[in-house]
């Protein structure tokens, strides 16, 4: 394999590579689904082909691309402690929506509750912020403060997701997986770097990798972000009439 030899033409997989997406876990954790994608072995870890995983790269890419194009929402999950500042980072790129910590249980299947909750929080910092908060009483700003930290830390991600999103971006489908059955039993995509011990079954663009490593987790938002910005390029628009 090309990959192993350090003979590598194609520079994204070059990329992978470098950025350690080749590792997987060792074969006694390894899910059946994912049997296609593992190259072999080493030190008792198993590696993934890197050539299929590129395969898998490009057409998620593909799919995020046209949902640049029509400027549609892309919810990005991730909140394990490697992929939070990434996610964050990632999603504040494109403007999206993110969750960079626990997925709340209803997000998507209870949408209309959890956007209450959302409401809640815009209304307790618009009052902070002109001031109205003043006319409570020093404890009851206290306890406000309170529910504001709180509500920020369970929603701020979201507060600019209005609607269902149209995808999901995920890390480490099996970690996330309350996230990944409520999109699929919605009918919404998931897109998902995922490790060896994942289903890739259960999402509708898995790309198998080492959700782990900073570096591979950095890659994988890398490509996907730089994919959305691409659809977003490809619409025509109307010159301005002067």
Known sequence: MAVETGEI??????????????????KS???PSVSPFIFGSKNRVEIFNLETVFGALTLSKEFVKSLGKERKVVLIVGGKQEAREIVERAADSIGMPRVAGRFIGGSLTNFPQIRKRVEKLEKFLEEKESGELNRYTKKERLLIDREIARLTHNFGGIRTM?????????????RE??????????????????????NL????????????????ISIFLEEMTE????????????PELS
């Open 162 to 174: 209005k609607a269902l999103p149209a995808a999901l971006i995920v890390i480490d489908s099996k």
């Open 29 to 31: 954790r390894r899910h």
């Open 9 to 26: 033409e194609n520079p994204t997989i070059e990329r992978l590579f470098k950025a350690g997406v080749q590792y997987a876990y060792s």
């Open 227 to 238: 994919a959305y910005k691409e659809g977003q390029k490809s619409i025509t628009t109307s």
């Open 201 to 216: 079954k259960e999402v509708a663009y898995p790309v198998p990798g080492n959700d782990s490593l900073k570096s591979s």
């Open 177 to 198: 997986n309350i996230a990944v059955k409520e999109a699929k039993d919605l009918g919404i995509p998931v897109i998902a770097l995922l490790n060896s011990d994942c």
